[in-house]
Each structure stands twice: as C-alpha cells, then as structure tokens.
C-alpha cells in the first residue's frame, strides 16, 4: 500500500529556530507539493516539485521558506527562522504530472511554534 | 487574484438527509474543478471537473461544473455518519509552465445518527 510518508508528525518549536520538514513521495511520482493549512487560511500551496526541479513556489514566503529535493524520495521545507504565524499543519503531496489532480496526501506535520 | 468559495461553512445533518455543498470560483485561465474530502488528516481526491453540464457520479455522491455562472455543486444523498469530514473544493489555473490550485477554505459537514 504505497503511502506519503512525513516526519516528523509533530514538532513544536520556538520562535526563531529552525525548522525543517520531511516528505518521502510514493515510489514513481515525479511531481510533490507543499502545503500548509490553518483554520483561518485553509489549505494553501506553497510550492511544487516536478522531477527535482522547483517550478513554481510563489505561494511561499521567501524571506524564511525554502523547499527542496535533494533525491527522488526525499522532499524537504524548511523554516528559518520560524514564527508563531508559520504554526499550521504542513502537507506534502505526490502524483504524477499526467493526473496533477490526483495527488497523494502525506499525514501531514503539524508544527507549533511558540 | 484567483478566488474560491465555499458555501456553506458549516452544516449539521441527520442521516439519510441530502446535502448540497456549493462552490464558487473567479479565476484567470481556468484549467478544472476538484473536491476532496478531509477527514481526520489529509484531502483524498473525489472528482475533478472540466466540462460544464457534464455530472460526475461515483456512489452517493455526484458533482456538477457550471463554467458560465463559474460554480459547481457537491451532492449527497442518503447521507451517513461517514460522511463527516470537510469537503475542499479547489481550482486548477495554468499559467505558462506553473500550475495553481487555489483551496476554498472548505465546508463542515456533520452527519449526525
């Protein structure tokens, strides 16, 4: 049963250190998405991956967000450094670019910073 | 800026109501309409929407795009407890290369027994 994997679950955190998140794609998609949801924003995309190749994060605030994937099955986000603003519960997502729509969901990171 | 709407933010049902769950959108270079369902973790996929007029149904549930008046609605009938969870309707955009999908902040639907 082929799953997004994200660690860690949960993390809390002080305001102005670091953060930084996991996500293992399922095995053969090439396209993964950050995303962050809170109650009063909802779910927002934060940036997306096809192939390794960042192709779009202006969903991202770029003065302390950074995305990246080092390797086919490890994406990371990292936060540095954090505020009490970025608390939020963190997705990743993957699929394949034919079916974009169909996107697999990690359990998700839920990060409070304090 | 791209725009989505839920309507309505929460509702509270008995089981073996019909709910409808309304979503409106304004977006430039509109690719497809989707819903998810969230439950207690991450959004699972439902539908995805092209075309206007054209429903799609899987089960109890079915869904149907309006491109001219730029809204789609979520049906479920004979609902269960199951159906409890937050339904997420979001917008595919293109724009060259880049891909958007902006979220609604979703409806509450509680399916009491």
């Known amino acids: 049963d082929a799953r997004v994997t994200q660690t860690p679950r949960h993390k809390v955190t002080e305001m102005g250190q670091e953060v930084t998140m996991r996500c293992q794609p399922i095995?053969?998609?090439?396209?993964v998405f950050w995303y962050r949801q809170t109650m009063m924003q909802g779910l927002e995309l934060l940036a997306y991956?096809?192939?390794?190749?960042?192709?779009?994060d202006s969903g991202m605030p770029k003065d302390r967000f950074s995305a990246e994937m080092p390797d086919a099955t490890l994406a990371t986000l990292k936060i540095q450094p954090s505020e009490p603003r970025d608390s939020a519960v963190y997705f990743c997502?993957?699929?394949?670019?034919?079916?974009?729509?169909?996107?697999?969901f990690g359990p998700g990171t839920r990060l409070t910073v304090t | 800026e791209d725009k989505v709407v839920q309507s309505p933010l929460s509702l509270v049902v008995h089981e073996g109501d019909t709910v409808t769950l309304n979503c409106s959108y304004e977006?430039?270079?509109?690719?497809?309409l989707l819903w998810y369902k969230q439950e207690k973790k991450a959004p699972t996929f439902l539908f995805m929407l092209?075309?206007?007029?054209i429903e799609k149904k899987s089960g109890r549930l079915s869904s149907i795009l309006d491109k001219k008046e730029l809204f789609s609605i979520l049906n479920i009938t004979a609902t269960q407890t199951g159906d409890s969870a937050i339904y997420l309707c979001?917008?595919?955009?293109?724009?060259?290369?880049?891909?958007?999908?902006?979220f609604g902040k979703g409806t509450l639907l509680t399916v009491n027994p």
């Open positions: 979001a917008v595919e955009a293109s724009g060259g290369s880049n891909y958007k999908l902006t």
């Open positions: 997502a993957s699929g394949l670019p034919t079916n974009l729509y169909e996107q697999y």
């Open positions: 991956f096809r192939n390794r190749a960042p192709l779009d």
């Open positions: 095995l053969g998609h090439n396209t």
């Open positions: 977006v430039t270079n509109f690719r497809s």
């Open positions: 092209t075309s206007s007029g």
